[in-house]
């Protein structure tokens, strides 16, 4: 890759990266207004988090639509409408009016998957194997980064008075431009398989991927291990930590953005370690263990560390083992279907957030409240199975096919450094 190629794909990845940023601010920002929203909704904070809860439904089957079209039609034609759908989406959001916001909410994840699903295509299209992990973690890196804000910055803003409502607006106003820019400076691309095949041909990639059983197992380890995060930190941190462990607001906002701002430096760090090594599962089952050992703290540990923020640092650092089977997947299918391939592994894993999301909203407003003591050993129980589902995924990892360069390199005779075939013959780890 020359120097001038070069920097027009990193160019273009860092675009679409800041898109995953902004994306993802908006993602996390309801769990830091929701006093406001339920009095503006006029529900119970169950009622709050099924509105939220829109976001992932959206955003786990229009995976399968962002990966299929970006491979049909290329990345300019088509990731500019899913960020022009989050601008569209906030705006409706802070209406105020019950169903705009269901509609919004939709929006904001339908356009949203855009952007992870694009940032990985042009990974895997522009940048050699040896770095591809490296690459998708700092993607991840923009998008937790984005987490933190949507928490660390928008919190104190709530707080000093900025209405809830003229924040989405200011938000969906700031998505309509990124959506401008990203078609205004995204490189054209030649692809030959633009608008052929169909139908028939888009389902055919879906296909083959998902009867590729490392496809099923990458989505069910990264879905496992990223709950944590979506549903404990981002949603019910905050809470968690002011009705269980007694902390102010500000002081469980802070701490709370502690989480992705842990994904930041791990998920880059993950991907470098997984890229220096040759090798994916030793990263997913270290990171695997260590999310396990610290969610366990923060449930039954002593609440008095809880004050600093290197648990939630370290737990996010952790969780970051969750991207590397984004990775992984790339490897275990053919190249040309990498956007299918993305897209499925966030439809899997997003599933997970979807359907489990009000499962644990439901739960956690069964239950005593006000009583610091009863409050702690209501949220204990109703977050365990978060433990059983990292466990689940470290077993799982044991049955992934090692697809690193490390093997793959071992393997001269192979003729392409990511064939399936060689996958296929069993190389394990």
């Known amino acids: 890759m020359d120097s001038?190629?070069?920097?027009s794909a990193i160019g273009a990845w860092l675009l679409v990266a800041v898109y995953y940023f902004y994306q993802y601010a908006l993602r996390s920002a309801p769990s830091v207004m929701m006093p406001q929203l339920t009095e503006a909704f006029a529900v119970n904070t169950l009622g709050v988090s099924a509105i939220v809860g829109m976001f992932y439904y959206a955003y786990s089957p229009f995976s399968l639509v962002a990966g299929t079209a970006i491979d049909r039609f290329g990345?300019?034609?088509i990731i500019p409408i899913g960020a022009g759908l989050v601008g569209l989406g906030a705006i409706?959001?802070?209406?105020g009016n019950i169903a705009a916001a269901n509609v919004g909410r939709f929006l904001q994840g339908a356009g949203g998957v855009f952007a992870l699903v694009g940032a990985v295509y042009l990974i895997t299209k522009n940048f050699p194997a040896s770095m591809v992990a490296s690459f998708i973690g700092a993607t991840q890196m923009f998008g937790m980064a984005g987490g933190s804000a949507g928490q660390f910055l928008v919190g104190p803003l709530i707080k000093r008075g900025l209405p809830w409502g003229q924040f989405w607006i200011?938000?969906?106003?700031?998505g309509l431009a990124i959506s401008v820019c990203l078609f205004i400076f995204l490189p054209k691309e030649s692809s030959e398989n633009s608008g052929k095949g169909g139908l028939a041909s888009v389902v055919g990639a879906l296909k083959k991927v998902f009867l590729n059983p490392q496809s099923i197992?990458?989505?069910?380890?990264?879905?496992?291990l990223f709950i944590p995060t979506t549903i404990f930190g981002m949603t019910w941190g905050v809470r968690f930590l002011q009705e269980a462990r007694g902390r102010e607001y500000e002081t469980a906002v802070t701490l709370a953005a502690s989480v992705p701002l842990g994904w930041m430096i791990g998920c880059p760090l993950l991907g470098f370690i997984s890229d220096r090594l040759g090798r994916r599962k030793p990263v997913i089952l270290g990171g695997s263990a260590l999310l396990l050992a610290v969610l366990a703290w923060v449930l039954f540990g002593d609440p008095a560390i809880l004050r600093g923020h290197v648990v939630g640092i370290i737990m996010g650092i952790a969780s970051g083992a969750a991207m590397i089977p984004y990775t992984v997947i790339k490897e275990a299918n053919p190249p040309e279907l990498g956007g299918s391939a993305t897209g499925i592994i966030n439809f899997l894993n997003f599933t997970f957030s979807a359907l489990l999301g009000p499962v644990f909203g439901g739960r956690l407003v069964q239950g005593p409240q006000g009583n610091d003591a009863a409050s702690l050993a209501h949220y204990q129980a109703r977050f365990t199975p978060l433990l059983y589902g990292i466990g689940l995924a470290l077993v799982l990892t044991f049955f992934l096919k090692e697809t690193g360069p490390a093997v793959r390199t071992s393997h001269p005779d192979a003729e392409n450094q990511d064939s399936p075939e060689l996958l296929q013959a069993g190389l394990k780890s």
Not at 92 to 95: A, D, P, S
């Open 75 to 77: 990345a300019k034609r």
């Open 170 to 174: 200011y938000a969906g106003l700031l």
């Open 217 to 224: 197992l990458c989505g069910f380890i990264s879905g496992l």
């Open 4 to 7: 001038k190629l070069r920097f």
């Open 92 to 95: 409706l959001f802070g209406t």
